[in-house]
């Protein structure tokens, strides 16, 4: 991660290396790496904006993946906060739509967990 050459591609390879450590069974450092990534400074524009976004919504889809659903649904709820900063109407709906595309894959995966009485 020294080696990035900027903030935001610093930002990038925190959120892939976050994900790679819960893959090696680190889920507590891969949350480090994440909020690292987040609280990088970087400028307050829509790119970043949706940067941001977009992180917490990764960020969600790997909470969930490894089971932890209560904690995808509170980052999917901050990538939707994040996204509403955007100014560009159209940057705002097309990552909200991400967004809520990950909603209903939380939503599907809790009732598949229903049905198997797990």
């Not at 970043?48 to 969930?64: C, G, H, I, L, P």
């Not at 995966?109 to 229903?114: G, R």
């Amino acid at each position: 991660m020294a080696a990035s050459e900027t903030n935001i591609i610093r930002a990038m390879n925190l959120r892939g290396f976050a994900r790679f450590l819960f893959f090696q069974g680190n889920p507590q450092l891969g949350r480090r790496k994440y909020q690292e990534s987040l609280e990088l400074e970087l400028p307050d524009t829509d790119n970043v904006r949706r940067e941001k976004a977009d992180t917490y919504s990764m960020w969600a889809r790997t909470e969930n993946d490894f089971g932890f659903v209560e904690e995808a649904r509170r980052l999917k709820e901050q990538a939707l906060s994040a996204a509403m900063r955007i100014g560009h109407i159209g940057m705002r709906q097309e990552i909200r739509s991400h967004i809520n595309n990950l909603s209903g894959s939380l939503q599907k995966e809790d009732d598949n967990k229903n049905k198997d009485g797990t």
